[in-house]
């Protein structure tokens, strides 16, 4: 331990080997943080107190009052962004593969299978008021049976015009 700590101009010293190894970095590292303003004490020295400081403004950004957390200095704020744009390249990853292995569709796709899907539900559902009336017929007067058929119509209508809205469907007022 004597080696590794030593009094430089009445400030307590850490080496490099120990520096790196107290904030986990390689001595290469080091020779970079004092570059970007990192203090230095002599040769292979280092003041513990202004290098843990200076270590801890430059990995979180020191004591930052404002609001958005924004680290303070330019480094910190260069590794921030950086750590964002290797988690939007990430997530760009998954979503490649994922449509690699098939697990989504291509969207022409899906909008030709839908409007093949309506438009067979729709003439099905058109369909549907002229079947019914056939089956009541029998048992009705003509004029009911067309009465029961226009309604059945109307009504299956308004549910196909309100499947075809996009947003909120107002239903316009019947009058009665």
Known sequence: MEKQVKMVDEVLCISASY???L????????????????????NGWYPLKSCFDWVMEYRLGGEDDSDEGEPKSDAARKLRYEAKLKEKQAEAAELKNAVAKGEYIKREEV???LRRFFTTLKRSVNGLSRRIAMEVAPYVDP?????IEQNIADTTNVV????????VYH????KK
């Open 171 to 174: 239903a316009k007022k019947s």
């Open 160 to 167: 196909l015009e309100q499947m075809s809205v996009r947003g």
């Open 19 to 21: 520096a790196a190894e």
């Open 111 to 113: 909008v030709s299978e």
């Open 143 to 147: 004029d009911t049976v067309r009465i």
């Open 23 to 42: 904030f986990g970095v390689h001595r290469n590292t080091l020779a970079q943080w004092v570059k970007l303003g990192m203090p230095k004490a002599a």
